[in-house]
């Protein structure tokens, strides 16, 4: 070993020696340290560690620093190794004749706080490090399994700073750090994944304790302090390429206090549709543990494995997009490319449908086994995941069915349930568009229960998702989950189901909620069933609830066609015409013009003579009629003139002029007759002077 300088202090003065720890107190760690003493009572400390994985009987090596005052001893033990008694290191050092020693035990965390330890330089930095893209850092640290004792006795967590900004997020074992392709499920890779915000320089600490069910814990200082605890390091951030794919140039998708989300990058407010069916989408062949348990649902049109292959979508999976495990993955990467393609931007499924309709979803090893989490098999959603966030699709992540509500603690925010959550916020919460549903129908959770689960899931996000859950269809079951949690921050998105007035449900959550002084996110995730070629139906259905102020529509296809349920879909195309008329009910609130004032706007139906109309009063007018040959506007309290352009909400194009094509406030004001002889049309109103 080579001293290092000491500054102040004569290194003529330093004898050193070593002695040596048999391996059952050292257990295979070489620690080799330099430690000077500057009096009795204060020290200065200067040193170099290395630490190497070895066979059992190899020793450490402890490398003592005297000066003419006193001897010092530093100890460097990570938790995993055997613990060597503070009274033995005495006795060891008391034979050497050093009856003067001032013996100091320290772990790492001391260690971290000289100006050597705390790089990365035994850490893998992985990404483009740009903004908007998620920093992947990769630790070598304890030499594990998939075991309860694995998720429950480690706890990581990184805290990640810029400037005066500090965010903590949780991070996770990684068994080889590869096991997305490998399968393994032990190693000795722990891993954290971050999605940066700003540019610049990003500094990170990591905090790695141990001890008896410390992942649950939720104080930071409790647990021993383990091998990767204090490690530091940097990395910086720049702008992301032009033309960065899907969300990755809109930036996060957050809660903004608004009835719509918003992109932290672009500002865009979000409106959504696509699949709500099915809703076991994850339950897929290509992924490892997966299998069919038999859900309460027939679902013999997928074959005997009662699982999806996405095989019509082979084809739509392209040269480039990732797969696992040598070319797995094609067909459900295919199903999203397809899905994008048809402007659907959202997809809702249950990652955990264990005793429900399908059976064949959850993160664990197996069914049964709540605390051992298969460490491949969520590496391979993982990719699934970042696949949708390349393609702009916001993911509704459902944490639980009906049936398993009550799985993990009852209704209780207890052990199991805190576990679930803690993996799943540090796998996959810095994904650009994922928000917490914390279940579909989660009736068996009494409201003062949910809003302790709401409020822990909105305190462990550091990203914003929102967070929210599901409802019955029915109204009598859906007022007294919902009407509880007014007013409460925990919850900022309704993953509704209505089976009645769209319009009128979702209006009265839009309003209630902001009466209550913390406005919702308000969907109909799972409307009744919408089948191939009902066009009308879907169309009419979105529109009701955009008009509402509401955030989007899900498509469900329930269990009229055998083999197109909502557990046994394989071939979206099958809906295309579907997908063509909620697309084109999407695009004129997206429109630019639009959009940057939804936040301001408001259903006022009684505006309008014969339909639905969403306004920001004298800036902006959205209109949608069915009867939209006879209609007129109440500009009674606006001023200026206003432009006048028709959309077609069945066959999308541009916007196209009518009969009238400006108009003028102060008074109620004839729209006169649309392009085009059919019935429905949408109206864009919009302020030009005055």
């Given amino acids: 070993m080579v001293p290092l300088p000491i500054t102040g202090i004569d290194e003529n003065l330093i004898e050193q020696f070593t002695f040596r720890l048999d391996h059952d107190e050292a257990n295979s760690i070489r620690a080799m340290l330099t430690v000077t003493f500057v009096s009795r009572q204060w020290y200065r400390m200067i040193a170099r560690k290395t630490t190497e994985r070895g066979k059992a009987h190899d020793p450490s090596t402890v490398v003592i620093a005297r000066t003419n005052t006193c001897f010092g001893f530093l100890e460097v033990l990570p938790r995993s190794t055997s613990q060597i008694h503070h009274t033995r290191l005495r006795q060891l050092l008391m034979i050497q004749g050093l009856k003067n020693s001032i013996i100091i035990a320290m772990s790492y965390l001391l260690l971290a706080s000289t100006s050597l330890q705390g790089t990365a330089s035994d850490a893998q930095i992985e990404g483009p490090q740009s903004l908007w893209y998620p920093v992947t850092i990769t630790f070598d640290g304890p030499q594990v399994k998939e075991s309860p004792s694995t998720f429950r006795d480690?706890?990581?967590?990184?805290?990640?700073?810029?400037?005066s900004r500090?965010?903590?997020?949780?991070?996770?074992?990684?068994?080889?750090?590869?096991?997305?392709?490998?399968?393994?499920?032990?190693?000795?890779k722990w891993r954290v994944k971050f999605t940066p915000d700003a540019l610049g320089v990003w500094s990170y600490t990591v905090s790695f304790l141990e001890g008896r069910d410390i992942a649950l814990s939720r104080e930071p200082q409790d647990g021993d302090q383990g091998v990767l605890h204090g490690r530091k390091g940097q990395f910086t951030i720049e702008e992301a390429d032009s033309g960065a794919p899907g969300f990755y140039s809109k930036g996060m998708l957050r809660y903004v206090g608004e009835h719509y989300l918003q992109f932290a990058e672009s500002g865009e407010y979000f409106v959504k549709s696509g699949p709500g069916s099915p809703e076991d989408f994850l339950g897929y062949e290509d992924f490892d543990g997966t299998f069919d348990q038999g859900g309460s649902m027939n679902d013999k049109s997928l074959g005997e494995d009662g699982l999806h292959a996405y095989a019509p979508h082979v084809g739509d999976w392209k040269e480039g997009d990732p797969t696992w495990s040598n070319g797995k993955g094609k067909g459900i990467?295919?199903?999203?490319?397809?899905?994008?393609?048809?402007g659907c931007n959202t997809i809702y499924d249950i990652i955990l449908t264990v005793n429900g309709d399908a059976a064949n979803v959850w993160p664990w090893t197996d069914p049964v086994t709540y605390d051992i989490y298969d460490v491949s098999k969520l590496d391979q959603w993982d990719?699934?995941?970042?696949h949708m966030d390349a393609l702009g699709i916001n993911h509704d992540a459902y944490l639980s069915e009906n049936e398993n509500t009550t799985l993990l603690d009852g209704d209780l925010l207890g052990p199991l349930r805190i576990l679930y959550f803690r993996e799943l916020n540090a796998r996959f919460a810095y994904h650009l568009g994922w928000r917490w549903c914390v279940g579909e129908e989660p009736h068996g959770i009494r409201p003062t229960e949910m809003r302790a689960i709401l409020n822990y899931l909105t305190e462990i996000d550091v990203y914003d998702h929102p967070v929210g859950h599901h409802c019955s269809g029915k109204h009598e079951l859906r007022y007294p989950v919902y009407d509880p949690q007014l007013g409460n921050p925990g919850f900022q998105c309704m993953f509704g189901q209505i089976n009645e007035d769209y319009h009128e449900e979702v209006l009265k959550y839009v309003k209630s909620s902001a009466e209550a002084g913390h406005k919702w996110v308000v969907a109909n995730d799972e409307p009744n069933e919408i089948l191939p070629g009902q066009d009308h139906l879907a169309r009419n259905s979105l529109w009701k609830v955009l008009m509402a102020g509401g955030e989007g529509l899900?498509?469900?296809?329930?269990?009229?066609?055998?083999?197109?349920?909502?557990v046994t879909i394989e071939d979206f195309r099958r809906l295309e015409s579907i997908w063509n008329q909620v697309r084109n009910g999407l695009a004129i609130f997206q429109h630019p013009y639009v959009n940057k004032h939804l936040a301001e706007m408001t259903t006022q139906n009684q505006m309008i003579s014969n339909g639905y109309c969403y306004t920001k009063p004298g800036e902006v007018y959205v209109v949608y009629s069915e009867h939209a040959d006879a209609l007129e506007l109440d500009l009674?309290?606006?001023?200026?003139?206003?432009?006048?352009?028709?959309y077609d909400p069945i066959e999308d194009g541009e916007f196209q002029a009518g009969s009238v094509e400006t108009i003028n406030g102060g008074s109620v004001q004839s729209l006169g007759t649309p392009p085009g002889s059919q019935a429905e049309w949408a109206l864009l109103v919009t302020r030009i002077s005055g």
Avoid at 167 to 187: C, H, I, K, Q, R
């Fill in 154 to 163: 480690y706890r990581m967590d990184v805290t990640f700073k810029h400037g």
């Fill in 166 to 188: 500090s965010l903590t997020v949780p991070g996770y074992f990684a068994a080889d750090g590869n096991a997305a392709n490998t399968s393994a499920s032990e190693g000795n």
């Fill in 333 to 342: 990467i295919g199903a999203l490319n397809y899905l994008a393609s048809v």
């Fill in 383 to 386: 990719i699934v995941f970042s």
């Fill in 554 to 566: 899900n498509i469900y296809v329930g269990y009229e066609i055998p083999d197109y349920t909502d």
């Fill in 636 to 646: 009674t309290g606006a001023k200026g003139s206003y432009k006048l352009q028709w």
